[in-house]
């Protein structure tokens, strides 16, 4: 069964610009979760979508935002990119309990 | 205000021993937990989980302890091995369930052969 993939592997982008994240499920999975590990901390919570719908988001900026296609994969956005937005952005997914599993992570580098 | 703590961050051990890494949290509303395991340059991995309905949860080599009058949780793997060493993170969940794992800070296990 393949895992969640996320694309693409790394990302270099300016200040400024707009920077876009792609994540797909494991397969029967319909909820997908954002989180950012950004240097030195822990695995922050984003977003998380389920059947297309925003469910929750956590204590980031508007120009965090996301969405969640029919087919369950899911795009983060960040607009307007801060130099702070350099991290590890991990997606997650899962069914009907709350044991989230994780992809391989885009590295987000804004220079 | 950090919900969920390792305060050690790191840990060593000799290959066949036993690794007890710990984890506190502060709130009372969180009832489901998890332990993850994460080599460099890639996501978390799912290892072992408990609801705060049980004090054990035992999966091959590992083992979850909770104490919830303590507000600690532990994770015993043996008997260690190399493979092992990587950095392990405790998560969170809340009664609500929000979607939203609160991790702690990860502690990095190294097993020495």
């Known amino acids: 069964e393949a895992g969640v993939t996320q694309s693409p592997t790394h990302l270099i982008k300016t200040r400024g610009q707009q920077a876009t994240l792609r994540c797909s499920p494991i397969?029967?999975?319909?909820?997908v979760y954002w989180y950012q590990q950004a240097l030195g901390l822990g695995l922050q919570f984003l977003l998380w979508?389920?059947?297309?719908?925003?469910?929750n988001r956590g204590n980031f900026p508007p120009r965090f935002s996301g969405r969640q296609f029919p087919n369950y994969s899911s795009e983060l956005n960040v607009n307007a990119l801060e130099l702070e937005d350099s991290a590890l952005y991990l997606c997650?997914?899962?069914?009907?309990?709350?044991?989230?599993?994780f992809g391989p992570g885009t590295r987000l580098t804004v220079l | 205000d950090q919900q969920v703590k390792q305060n050690s961050p790191s840990l060593s051990v000799q290959e066949g021993r036993i690794s007890i890494l710990n984890c506190d949290y502060t709130?009372?509303?969180?009832?489901?937990f998890l332990w993850y395991k994460k080599y460099p340059a890639e996501g978390p991995t799912f290892l072992i989980s408990?609801?705060?309905?049980?004090d054990k949860n035992e999966d091959g080599r590992f083992t979850v302890f909770l104490n919830k009058s303590a507000k600690h949780l532990s994770l015993h793997i043996v008997p260690s091995q190399p493979g092992d060493s990587a950095v392990y993170f405790c998560?969170?969940?809340?009664?609500?369930?929000?979607?939203?794992?609160?991790f702690g800070q990860g502690t990095t296990l190294q097993v020495k052969p």
């Open positions: 979508y389920d059947e297309g719908e925003e469910r």
């Open positions: 408990i609801s705060s309905i049980k």
């Open positions: 397969s029967g999975h319909t909820s």
């Open positions: 998560a969170a969940s809340p009664s609500s369930n929000t979607g939203k794992l609160i």
């Open positions: 997650a997914s899962s069914s009907l309990g709350r044991k989230q599993f």
């Open positions: 709130n009372s509303m969180f009832d489901y």
